[in-house]
DNA sequence: CGCCTCCTGTGATTGACTTCACAGTGAAAT
DNA sequence: ATTTCACTGTGAAGTCAATCACAGGAGGCG
């Protein structure tokens, strides 16, 4: 078989965030009892066209036989691996706010190959105490645990005041990406990345598209 | 002026999810005090190259000063026009979990326009609390609820199973858009716009570009 | 008053992603 | 063994968004 090197050379990042989609409902198939699954029946389930679903596979190689279709537990392999969530990964949070603590309880991350191992504040009323089994450490240890626990990716949702300062320590201190709830516009340091998620701006688009809906009848 | 009609005809998806972003920068920029702000200037603080930014204002027939930009104050209020959030909306929350609550008790949606004015779950010892000032109806009151505070933006953060009922009820009852949180394909009913958040997928994507970027050493 | 500078709005171009459409193929049926 | 069938992988075409580049114009300055 010739996909084991260079697997995930030129995989677009359009195709990347599909392929979430499409290991999530293989996963569902997989629980269900199903060992293969055509193009068709998979793209339908997830909302794709067939030469979509056929496109993003072959990206990166992936052989699908003709007569059965894709064999279902060697594509999860294969989807988690590409998006190295085939060991679990530590990764940081900063803000323990209510959304901080949501995403603390949240019991996806596992399953997903994600571990929050270790949270951070400045509100002295909870540095040192036990988030849903997590440590909360004041934001000036930021580098030393970051380093201890080997974190590359952090999120972000703590007040906005102080985010940029945040970034650029953990960007030297180790950390690559960040996924980011805070609604301020920040600098991305070299090599690293920052993925945004705008909850408020989401609500707008959906107002927009209400709001045109509307005026067109 | 010729922009009063249909100001808002065809604007692209991905003009609207950046005018969102333009419009937080320029309220930070009116609370500073600036009147007038050029197109370079203002691409360069959100991200984005010049000529982008003047054809998405182009697209709804914002006609800058050419010798001192853009009137900061008056392209907040046309962009809230066209986002349809100048007056407050009212939108339910189905699922008073950890995340719900996070959301309810976020204050930036206010600030933007948008009001949680009713929140449904299915356990007993949620119902009928408060929750951050607002109530905890049963789901069994959704269609009520739904024509009483006029609701056509529901947010969606509870649990996967019955997710799909619970999206078909409140379409039939008047809902129009979906901001949904819950990791599950859904099936949009027509007439209808469902925006997906899915956190798990995007710290995913940042694992890709992670492992990628090492690997490219 | 006229020139000069710099910025906006936009036609044209480039580039990327999606969709179409079909050749090739493996398995099942006869 | 051979035929048939349906599906995969992919070249080609189509579509859409981002960028380039420049004409036109408003204000400042001599």
């Known amino acids: 078989m010739a996909l084991s090197r260079n697997e995930d050379q030129r995989v677009s990042l359009h195709t990347v965030e599909r392929l979430s989609v499409y290991r999530r409902k293989l996963e569902e198939l997989s629980h269900e009892g199903v060992e293969f699954v055509h193009s068709h029946q998979l793209a339908t389930m997830v909302g794709v066209t067939p030469a979509q679903l056929r496109r993003d596979l072959a990206s990166f190689g992936s052989y699908g036989n003709i007569a059965r279709g894709y064999e279902v537990a060697k594509m999860i392999t294969t989807i988690s691996r590409i998006l190295g969530t085939d060991k679990l990964q530590n990764v940081g949070l900063v803000g323990v706010g209510d959304l901080g603590r949501a995403l603390l309880s949240y019991r996806g991350f596992e399953e997903r190959g994600f571990h929050i191992a270790a949270a951070f504040d400045i509100d002295p009323a909870k540095v040192g105490r036990l988030f849903a089994g997590r440590r909360c450490y004041h934001l000036d240890e930021l580098e030393p645990v970051i380093a201890q626990s080997n974190l590359r990716i952090m999120v972000l949702a703590s007040r906005p005041e102080g985010l940029q300062d945040i970034i650029d320590r953990a960007a030297a201190a180790g950390v690559r990406a960040f996924l980011n709830f805070v609604p301020r516009t920040t600098v991305t ?29």
């Open 189 to 217: 340091p070299p090599g690293c990345f920052i993925e945004r998620i705008d909850i408020s701006a989401k609500l707008e688009k959906l107002s927009f598209l209400v709001k045109q809906q509307e005026q067109c009848t």
